[in-house]
């Protein structure tokens, strides 16, 4: 009987937010597993650092600068990857984030919120849906968050957006599956990420956090190359409509 592959030699994975922080990680692990790696990002500089990073590993990387909530820019981007490459494996991790309360949030920072964590992702996932329904398969892999099914005061946009994302990842799931598509989420608890900078140096925060994640610490970035390989490799072609928690346990805790 075959062993079950997580071989993803010969695919291309294009990986949004993958200058730095959990885009990177993911980025790493999908490389070391034989993926070419297209990080995407709007900082060019720090996209090219992350390339460098990987290629002096001996892993196949590659830079593209593009602003995701240009319409036109991303869809254009797409179309020039499959044209070279074709895109196997999507993962949507650019995200933001706003902290405030919520009658003090300005409509610009609500959309902001929505576009980058909700509606790039849509587009995204439209766009290069079109290829892998052509080729009758793909991996569609999107970042959520605890915040997708947990509610927490001072950062309803992005609950919003996170649980919006929860849906389409159910939703897309449901209707590319006949054409041999799998779509599922990573959920992230709190990573020390540039994202929670403010929250990790915050001492009130940190141990209250700790306290309250049953593994009794926060999560490292390259804790999610496991889930993030699993969802891309073949190991997974029966999984689909799935959120995976990489959260210390904290949403199986009460």
């Not at 576009?115 to 790039?120: E, F, G, K, S």
């Amino acid at each position: 009987m075959k062993t079950v592959s997580f071989d993803l030699t010969g695919r291309t994975a294009l990986v949004t937010g993958g200058g730095g922080g959990l885009g990177l990680a993911m980025a790493r692990g999908l490389a070391e597993h034989g993926a070419r790696a297209l990080l995407v990002g709007r900082d060019h500089a720090k996209l090219d650092a992350a390339v460098a990073v990987l290629e002096a590993d001996g892993l196949l990387a590659e830079a593209l600068p593009c602003d995701l909530l240009d319409r036109s820019a991303s869809d254009a981007m797409v179309v020039e990857v499959e044209s070279r490459y074709g895109i196997d494996i999507l993962v949507n991790n650019a995200g933001v984030q706003h902290r405030q309360p919520v009658l003090d949030v300005a409509d610009d920072d609500w959309e902001r919120v929505i576009d980058t964590n909700l509606n790039a992702p849509f587009r995204l996932a439209r766009a290069v849906g079109r290829g892998m329904i052509a080729r009758g398969r793909g991996k569609i892999i999107n970042t959520l968050s605890v915040l997708s099914t947990l509610g927490r005061a001072t950062a309803v946009p992005y609950a919003s957006a996170k649980g919006g994302l929860l849906m389409l990842t159910r939703g897309l799931a449901v209707e590319l599956a006949p054409s041999g598509i799998q779509v599922n989420g990573i959920a992230p608890g709190y990573i020390l990420t540039e994202m929670n900078t403010a929250l990790s140096q915050n001492a009130q925060f940190s141990d209250w956090l700790t306290s309250r994640t049953p593994a009794r610490r926060w999560g490292r970035p390259e804790e999610l190359a496991g889930a993030a390989v699993f969802l891309a490799a073949p190991a997974s072609d029966f999984v689909t409509g799935h959120v995976l928690a990489v959260d210390g346990g904290i949403t199986a805790a009460v």
